[in-house]
Nanobody, 118 residues
Framework: QVQLVESGGGLVQPGGSLRLSCAAS????????MGWYRQTPGNQRELVAS???????NYPDSMKGRFTISRDNDKNTVDLQMNNLKPEDSAVYYC????????????WGQGTQVTVSS
């Protein structure tokens, strides 16, 4: 079993920046897709960003230009740099590691709260 531990959440003013980090408890298959999702009360979890083992990145249109995902295969980590944050970015952010070919290998972190407020 792989444990994912997130860090970096907190309170930030609108227009500010935060960097989230996620580390796996042990070495994982480098072919995993790594990603960040977020969820607000009463809503479904939504994709924020993902990156494949080859470095191909995917962002929803609303995140493009403000969020940047990066991964380190040697350290089994994935980071999310968030700039120009808006109140609507407030949510619990979850990291995710998954094997794109084997659905049973799908791991989630415990979540970290991001609150954007003045």
């Amino acid at each position: 079993q792989v444990q994912l531990v997130e860090s970096g959440g907190g309170l930030v003013q609108p227009g500010g920046s935060l960097r989230l980090s996620c580390a796996a408890s042990r070495s994982i298959f480098s072919g995993y897709v790594m990603g960040w999702y977020r969820q607000t009360p009463g809503n479904q979890r939504e994709l924020v960003a993902s990156v494949t083992s080859r470095g191909s990145k995917n962002y929803p249109d609303s995140m493009k230009g403000r969020f940047t995902i990066s991964r380190d295969n040697d350290k089994n980590t994935v980071d999310l740099q968030m700039n120009n944050l808006k109140p609507e970015d407030s949510a619990v952010y979850y990291c995710n590691f998954r094997d794109p070919y084997r659905s049973a290998f799908n791991y989630w972190g415990q979540g970290t709260q991001v609150t954007v407020s003045s």
